[in-house]
């Protein structure tokens, strides 16, 4: 199995910071690489996928990059709805598996 | 707008079987992977499987002896069977959709607590 990594596993910001969260990947998974955004209560919601194509809907302020193992989240400045939790996910090879996900608080 | 609802039982007998289906409205189920996730509580995600229009399955390798899916596409329905439930199995259990080109799970359930409890 492809284990992902995510760090940090939690982070404190304010509003209008720029934040960024690191996913690894325990072997290359070239671009396969999707980041969603969980909030209390609620499913997962897709933001990114294929590493750096932002899904229909969601703000132009978040973006992905990176390739192989090594991937990027970054929220250009935060604002009050993005306090979440996040989670990268590796679509490269089955069993898909996710990261055990980066917990965005607030300041 | 595609939406999925997950139905079953919300407690399970230790040593008996989970089952959930989920509904999808709103759009085709061809030409997509039909998946199921868990969260147990507090934790992070585990992907269960999926399903393919076509009937073809892939399981996660850790929980392959247990799981059963179906799919009735007259429905517009697909189904998870978690055979031999311990309390391990507690979880928020997600129906999501998978795209074939495996661009993301873009749309999900709103989970469904099935709790393994005497």
């Known amino acids: 199995d492809i284990q992902m990594t995510q760090s940090p596993s939690s982070l404190s910001a304010s509003v209008g910071d720029r934040v960024t969260i690191t996913c690894r990947a325990s072997?290359?998974?070239?671009?396969?690489l999707n980041w969603y955004q969980q909030k209390p209560g609620k499913a997962p919601k897709l933001l990114m996928y294929v590493a750096s194509s932002l899904q229909s809907g969601v703000p132009s302020r978040f973006s992905g990059s990176g390739s192989g193992t090594d991937f990027t989240l970054t929220i250009s400045s935060l604002q009050p709805e993005d306090f979440a939790t996040y989670y990268c996910?590796?679509?490269?090879?089955?069993?898909?598996?996710f990261g055990q996900g980066t917990r965005l608080e607030i300041k | 707008q595609v939406q999925l609802q997950e139905s079953g039982p919300g407690l399970v007998k230790p040593s008996e079987t989970l089952s959930l289906t989920c509904t999808v409205s709103?759009?085709?189920?061809?030409?997509?992977?039909w998946t199921w996730i868990r969260q147990p509580p507090g934790k992070g995600l585990e992907w269960i499987g999926y399903i393919y229009d076509s009937g073809s399955t892939d399981y996660n390798p850790s929980l392959k002896s247990r799981v059963i899916m179906s799919m009735d596409t007259s429905k517009n329905q697909f189904s998870l069977k978690l055979l031999s439930v311990t309390d391990a199995d507690t979880a928020v259990y997600y129906c999501a959709r998978l795209t074939v080109t495996y661009s993301g799970f873009d749309y999900w359930g709103q989970g469904a607590l099935v709790t393994v409890s005497s």
């Open positions: 709103g759009g085709s189920t061809i030409s997509y992977y």
């Open positions: 072997q290359s998974i070239s671009s396969n």
């Open positions: 996910q590796q679509s490269y090879s089955n069993p898909l598996t």
